[in-house]
């Protein structure tokens, strides 16, 4: 179980210091996070808090594959607008 | 610590400059503040359009995360109300900014202030702001400190902010109504969740009151910036202004929201618009009354090193400063001398000025109805006279005259007439924007107008005037406002306005 930064990162740090397993760290061309310590911060935080604090919709990625913040769940922007 | 004046050239080579999110201001607000605050920012060239001239600032991009979204800001770009948006700063680490600094302070050695402010919060990453602070007060203890923050976690920030050699902070505040900051606020980043909504505004609320009390308590000098936002939180910002001054911010500092489409904000791809010139200006108006405003704010690019209308950061890229030999104990004996020469020539011409005080000065006054005030634009390069061809000016400053004198209203940005060509492509005309820059004006003031615009500047109620070259703008503006009322122009009547689409 680990959740993954993909190349929408825009490497703001925002989530580097959060991390209660120091899994991610700085690489290029973006963050990245270490799946064998990953824990999606079960036992520490409610919410992953990468995926808390991240602004930048669709960067981090669950298990599956599938974004924890979802086109225009965190801007609020219509997902038409954010298309054209 | 006054030194002799040694370098006599020093005004005449460098022509001022400023480059921040959290700029602004007027000499005319300058003199209004009381003695001990117009002390510690008389050379921040973001405090006084005159200082603007002689004096530097820059800033350090070391603070890229943010703990909150706003609805003006792209977090893909740089904030683009904090810094011109689309350009993404060079991040440094704060051993790398130090070094920038040092070099940079040691080359331009107008340079007076380094300011935090981003590209993210600077105190929502506290190590590496306060790290950077830290070794700039211990490594060059002559410049002065800056930051900026939307005051999420200034509370918790506040002891450690008072260790620095910071002057002022400036938090962003947009609203006192969590009703209002649900519209500008979409989520903040609170005790390892992600709170939306209503909630968000008002956590954000009460840490940014919280902060800036906390900060008054210690006797720093709070600065407060607001984005106007038409229909969001316009009428609200005069709530907002009064607030503040009574909790002590000695400045404030209302911008108009930048919302471009092309900028991928929220406010931008909803078609949320920005404060014409007028709106703008009549916000500030009435904000006045209760709190010194500023008016000189030009958001310039959070990373621009240099002095005013020219940007040197491409001389002080990393891969150059890395190169450079820097001696600070040595480059801060010559910039004691520098300054000292800029300040006894700001002090003489601030007391030139004060003696004409009583004819210009009608800061606080109520109006009198006895002549109608009249909107003039001036050209000019800087020192406080108009110097600057109509054709060449990127701004232009306007001034307010009126039967109580003249007032500084703000500056207005545009394209110089004799660099636009004829047409942009399928865009207005370089003279076209400008003509609706002005609106609102009925004169504008530069060493030189060309034939060409004349006809257009006065078809468009606007007098163009070339008569004043040299002379101090204030005094100019008062013999053209004294030729109308002798003309007969200043009846008391509704001024005639261009109106523009």
């Known amino acids: 179980m680990a959740l993954e930064i993909i190349e929408l990162c825009t490497n703001c740090w925002a989530c580097q210091p959060l991390c209660p397993s120091q899994a991610i760290f700085e690489a290029k061309p973006h963050f990245l996070i270490d799946a064998n310590k990953c824990t999606e911060c079960a036992g520490d935080f409610e919410d992953p808090q990468c995926a808390t604090i991240c602004p930048i919709e669709g960067a981090i990625l669950n298990e599956d594959g599938e974004p924890l913040n979802p086109p225009g769940s965190l801007t609020g922007i219509p997902t038409q607008k954010l298309a054209a | 610590m006054q030194l002799p004046v040694i370098n006599n050239e020093v005004s005449e080579a460098n022509s001022g400059g400023c480059s921040a999110g959290s700029c602004g201001s007027t000499d005319d607000q300058m003199n209004h503040l009381p003695e001990h605050i117009r002390q510690k920012v008389f050379n921040h060239p973001c405090y006084s359009e005159e200082a603007h001239h002689y004096f530097a600032r820059m800033h350090v991009a070391v603070a890229p995360a943010c703990n909150i979204q706003c609805n003006y800001c792209n977090r893909k770009y740089d904030c683009a109300n904090e810094s011109r948006p689309g350009v993404v700063s060079e991040l440094h680490h704060p051993v790398q900014a130090v070094k920038k600094v040092l070099a940079v302070a040691a080359t331009i050695p107008q340079m007076t202030v380094l300011g935090i402010a981003g590209p993210g919060d600077p105190l929502a990453n506290p190590e590496r702001t306060f790290e950077t602070f830290r070794m700039l007060s211990e490594q060059a203890p002559d410049i002065k400190l800056c930051v900026s923050t939307n005051g999420l976690s200034l509370p918790e920030q506040v002891e450690e902010l008072s260790k620095y050699n910071i002057d002022h902070v400036t938090i962003t505040i947009n609203c006192v109504d969590p009703d209002v900051g649900a519209q500008i606020y979409p989520w903040i980043f609170w005790k390892n969740k992600r709170i939306k909504g209503r909630e968000a505004a008002e956590i954000l609320i009460a840490q940014q009151q919280k902060g800036l009390e906390m900060l008054v308590a210690k006797g720093i000098l709070v600065k407060v910036n607001s984005v106007m936002i038409p229909g969001v939180n316009d009428k609200h910002l005069e709530e907002v202004s009064k607030i503040v001054k009574a909790k002590g911010a000695f400045l404030h500092n209302v911008m108009p929201l930048i919302s471009e489409a092309e900028h991928g904000t929220f406010y931008g791809l909803t078609g949320q618009r920005g404060p014409t010139n007028e709106e703008l200006q009549a916000l500030q108006d009435a904000c006045e009354g209760d709190m010194n405003m500023m008016r000189h704010c ?3 690019r959070a990373d621009a090193v240099g002095l005013l209308g020219e940007d040197r950061g491409a001389e002080f890229t990393m891969d150059k400063v890395e190169e450079m030999e ?4 040595e480059a801060m004996k010559m910039r004691a001398e520098v300054h000292a020469a800029i300040n006894e020539e700001l002090e003489s011409k601030r007391l030139a000025k004060e003696s004409k005080v009583q004819l210009v000065s009608i800061q606080g006054v109520q109006k009198k109805e ?17 110097n600057e061809h109509f054709g060449h000016a990127s701004e232009f400053l306007i001034y307010e005259a009126s039967s109580e004198g003249v007032r500084f209203i703000g500056h207005r940005k545009t394209t110089p007439y004799c660099e636009g060509g004829d047409t942009c492509g399928d865009g207005e005309s370089a003279l076209d924007k400008t003509l609706r820059v002005l609106a609102g004006c009925e004169a504008v003031l530069c060493s030189k107008v060309g ?20 002379e101090a703008i204030e005094d100019a503006i008062l013999k053209v406002y004294e030729e109308m009322r002798v003309g007969g122009r200043l009846e008391v009547k509704a001024v005639v306005q261009q109106k523009v689409a």
């Open chain 2, 326 to 329: 820097i001696n600070y104990p």
């Open chain 2, 451 to 470: 034939y060409e615009p004349w006809g257009p500047l006065e078809a468009a109620g606007i007098q163009p005037n070339g008569e004043h070259a040299m």
């Open chain 2, 298 to 300: 030009r958001q310039c």
């Open chain 2, 370 to 386: 006895v002549t109608r005030p009249v909107l003039m634009a001036v050209a000019t390069k800087g020192g406080g006279v108009i």
